[in-house]
T-cell receptor, first 115, second 116 residues
Framework: DAGITQSPRYKITETGRQVTLMCHQT?????MFWYRQDLGHGLRLIYY???????DKGEVPDGYVVSRSKTENFPLTLESATRSQTSVYFC??????????????FGEGSRLTVL | AQSVTQLDSQVPVFEEAPVELRCNYS??????LFWYVQYPNQGLQLLLK??????LVKGINGFEAEFNKSQTSFHLRKPSVHISDTAEYFC??????????????FGQGTTLQVKP
């Protein structure tokens, strides 16, 4: 089915481990985003990408790495997970022509717990 | 820098009562304003948006919002809520000029709890 999918939906890991959250979209949207959702903070932008091989930092990028070798995929990696990275992570995408006025399409989220 | 403040973290209301969720923004440039809704264990979906023109914007599920430039507000309203409206609501702003990404800045969210 067309859409934006995230995996895994739920993940428990330990401090210091590397974790990769996957995001795949089937619309060929050029813009993709990673947000984290925390109580009291709403959604905060971690990284975004304007196209394949073009990425940039958002509001809270420390401790995260992204790549975008293909338009449809935008993985987020926590190189050495910390407890403060326990959160719900949302991937989103939008067509370039709609990026100012259009609807941002969200995945269902990946709930990460770091012990 | 832009910012969005949602003035209420939780709003409890009885079914069929009216509700208003408050949102204020700050920006030095013209903005686009959005309201998104998040149902339990789901991603966010767009409720409505203000781009230009009429300051009263109607969205899905009977919601509407009013853009007030002088008060820098974009409050969300519904005249009669249903149990199914129980969700988290996010106000967001996207600048028109200083960013070429259109990335959204979100507020902290308001939990609407509709009671029977």
């Amino acid at each position: 089915d067309a859409g934006i999918t995230q995996s895994p939906r739920y993940k428990i890991t330990e401090t210091g481990r590397q974790v990769t959250l996957m995001c795949h979209q089937t619309w060929s949207h050029s813009y993709m985003f990673w947000y984290r959702q925390d109580l009291g903070h709403g959604l905060r932008l971690i990284y975004y990408s304007a196209a394949a091989d073009i990425t940039d930092k958002g509001e809270v990028p420390d401790g995260y790495v992204v790549s975008r070798s293909k338009t449809e995929n935008f993985p987020l990696t926590l190189e050495s997970a910390t407890r403060s990275q326990t959160s719900v992570y949302f991937c989103a995408s939008i067509h370039s022509a709609d990026r100012y006025t259009g609807e941002l399409f969200f995945g269902e989220g990946s709930r990460l717990t770091v012990l | 820098a832009q910012s969005v403040t949602q003035l209420d973290s939780q709003v409890p209301v009885f079914e069929e009562a009216p509700v208003e969720l408050r949102c204020n923004y700050s920006s030095s440039v013209s903005v686009y304003l959005f309201w998104y809704v998040q149902y339990p264990n789901q991603g966010l979906q767009l409720l409505l948006k203000y781009l230009s023109g009429s300051t009263l914007v109607k969205g899905i599920n009977g919601f509407e919002a009013e853009f007030n430039k002088s008060q820098t507000s974009f409050h969300l309203r519904k005249p009669s809520v249903h149990i199914s409206d129980t969700a988290e609501y996010f106000c967001a702003v996207s600048d028109r000029g200083s960013s070429n990404t259109g990335k959204l800045i979100f507020g902290q969210g308001t939990t609407l709890q509709v009671k029977p």
